[in-house]
C-alpha cells in the first residue's frame, strides 16, 4: 500500500464527497433473468418488457392504476382483535404483525378504497400479498364486509384484487370463519343488484380461493397467474397422478371454462371499465 492510496485518495474523497448509488435502480425478471430499470418498470406497471412477464404488484399499485388518473379515497377498516388465539410459533403472533406493518405501512393484508373507473363509481378492495402473504384473517374479513357495505351504500360496483396465501393459521379457526363472512359479504352486494368483479392475480390460493375470490360474476385473470386451493404437489400426491402442463395457471383455467378471461395488466384498467359500463347501463337507463 502507498502513501496516495492510504491517505491520499481517502482526503480527496472526503472533500469531493462520494455520492452512493441506490441499489433499487435495476430489477432482474425472474421469468427471463433481464435487467429492467426501475423507471421503465413503474411505467410498464411491473411488467417486464422482454418477456411479458406480470410481476407482483402492490395493493397501493391496485389502487394507482385502476381509478382514474389514480384518484381515489382510502377508507378506515375496522380494527380486529389483535392475536385473540395467543399465537406462537418461531416468533410471536403480535411480532409478526409488528413487522409486517412495519415494511407495508398497512394495518393488515387489504386495502379499501373508492372513486371512479371509466367515469364511473367504483369501490375496489385490494389485497397484499407482501403482508403476511396475503393471508386472510380477521382483518381481512372485517375490510370485505366494510368494502360490501361501502358498495351497498354507494350503489357502486365492488371490485376486488385477490393474493393471498389462503387462510392466516395465526388465528386458526378465527381465520376460517372468514370465509362465510366473506361470502355473506359478496351475497350483500348482489342483493342490491350490484356487479361483483374479481381480478385474479399471483397468487390466488386456499380459503380466499374457495370463498370470495370465486364468486365473482365476472372472473378476471392477470397472465399465467397462480390459482388455486391446494398445491400442485399435494394433489399429485393425493390422486397419484403427473398433472396437465400449466395445471391451475389462469390460461388453463380459462380453457376449462372456471375464468371468464385473462387480460395483460396493460388494457386491465380499460377492461374493468368496459365491463362496469355493461353490467351497470341498465341502472343508468332506469334512472
Same mark, same amino acid.
Given at each position: 500500500?502507498?502513501?496516495?492510496?492510504?491517505?491520499v485518495?481517502?482526503?480527496?474523497r472526503?472533500l469531493?464527497?462520494?455520492?452512493?448509488?441506490?441499489?433499487n435502480?435495476?430489477?432482474?425478471?425472474?421469468?427471463?433473468q433481464?435487467?429492467?430499470?426501475?423507471r421503465?418498470?413503474?411505467?410498464?406497471?411491473?411488467?417486464?418488457?422482454?418477456?411479458?412477464?406480470?410481476?407482483?404488484? %402492490?395493493?397501493?399499485?391496485r389502487? #394507482?392504476?385502476?381509478?382514474?388518473?389514480?384518484?381515489?379515497?382510502?377508507? #378506515?377498516l375496522?380494527?380486529?382483535?389483535?392475536?385473540? @388465539?395467543?399465537?406462537?410459533?418461531d416468533k410471536?403472533?403480535?411480532?409478526?404483525?409488528k413487522?409486517?406493518?412495519e415494511?407495508?405501512?398497512?394495518?393488515?393484508?387489504?386495502?379499501v378504497?373508492?372513486? %371512479?373507473?371509466?367515469g364511473?363509481?367504483a369501490?375496489?378492495?385490494?389485497?397484499?400479498?407482501e403482508?403476511?402473504?396475503?393471508s386472510?384473517?380477521?382483518g381481512v374479513g #372485517?375490510?370485505l364486509?366494510?368494502?360490501?357495505?361501502?358498495?351497498?351504500?354507494?350503489?357502486a360496483?365492488?371490485?376486488?384484487?385477490?393474493?393471498?396465501?389462503?387462510?392466516?393459521m395465526?388465528?386458526g379457526?378465527?381465520s376460517?370463519?372468514?370465509?362465510p363472512r366473506?361470502?355473506?359479504?359478496?351475497?350483500m352486494?348482489?342483493?342490491?343488484?350490484?356487479?361483483?368483479?374479481?381480478? @385474479?392475480? #399471483?397468487?390466488t %390460493?386456499?380459503?380466499?380461493?374457495a370463498s370470495?375470490?370465486?364468486?365473482?360474476?365476472?372472473q378476471?385473470?392477470?397472465p399465467?397467474?397462480?390459482?388455486?386451493?391446494?398445491?400442485?404437489?399435494?394433489?399429485?400426491?393425493?390422486v397419484?397422478e403427473? @398433472?396437465p402442463e400449466g395445471?391451475q395457471?389462469?390460461e388453463?383455467l380459462l380453457?376449462?371454462?372456471?375464468i371468464?378471461?385473462?387480460?395483460?395488466?396493460?388494457? @386491465?384498467?380499460?377492461?374493468?371499465?368496459?365491463?362496469?359500463?355493461?353490467?351497470?347501463?341498465h341502472k343508468?337507463?332506469?334512472?
Amino acid at each position: 500500500m502507498s502513501w496516495l492510496t492510504t491517505f491520499v485518495r481517502p482526503k480527496i474523497r472526503t472533500l469531493l464527497g462520494r455520492k452512493e448509488v441506490p441499489d433499487n435502480l435495476w430489477h432482474q425478471c425472474p421469468q427471463c433473468q433481464q435487467m429492467i430499470f426501475h423507471r421503465e418498470l413503474e411505467a410498464g406497471k411491473k411488467v417486464c418488457p422482454h418477456c411479458g412477464h406480470h410481476m407482483r404488484a %402492490t395493493a397501493t399499485d391496485r389502487l #394507482d392504476w385502476t381509478f382514474d388518473d389514480g384518484v381515489y379515497t382510502r377508507i #378506515d377498516l375496522p380494527k380486529p382483535v389483535l392475536d385473540p @388465539l395467543k399465537f406462537r410459533d418461531d416468533k410471536k403472533y403480535t411480532d409478526r404483525l409488528k413487522t409486517a406493518r412495519e415494511t407495508t405501512r398497512q394495518e393488515d393484508a387489504l386495502l379499501v378504497a373508492h372513486g %371512479t373507473i371509466g367515469g364511473l363509481r367504483a369501490v375496489v378492495a385490494a389485497m397484499s400479498f407482501e403482508f403476511m402473504g396475503g393471508s386472510m384473517g380477521a382483518g381481512v374479513g #372485517d375490510g370485505l364486509v366494510a368494502a360490501a357495505r361501502l358498495a351497498v351504500l354507494q350503489a357502486a360496483p365492488l371490485v376486488v384484487y385477490t393474493a393471498s396465501g389462503g387462510a392466516r393459521m395465526q388465528e386458526g379457526a378465527v381465520s376460517l370463519m372468514q370465509m362465510p363472512r366473506t361470502t355473506i359479504a359478496v351475497q350483500m352486494v348482489k342483493e342490491a343488484g350490484l356487479p361483483f368483479i374479481v381480478v @385474479l392475480t #399471483d397468487p390466488t %390460493t386456499g380459503g380466499v380461493t374457495a370463498s370470495f375470490a370465486m364468486l365473482g360474476d365476472v372472473q378476471i385473470a392477470e397472465p399465467n397467474a397462480l390459482i388455486c386451493f391446494a398445491g400442485a404437489r399435494v394433489i399429485e400426491q393425493t390422486v397419484r397422478e403427473k @398433472l396437465p402442463e400449466g395445471f391451475q395457471r389462469a390460461e388453463y383455467l380459462l380453457s376449462h371454462g372456471i375464468i371468464d378471461m385473462v387480460v395483460k395488466r396493460g388494457e @386491465l384498467t380499460a377492461t374493468l371499465a368496459r365491463v362496469i359500463d355493461l353490467l351497470t347501463a341498465h341502472k343508468r337507463m332506469a334512472a
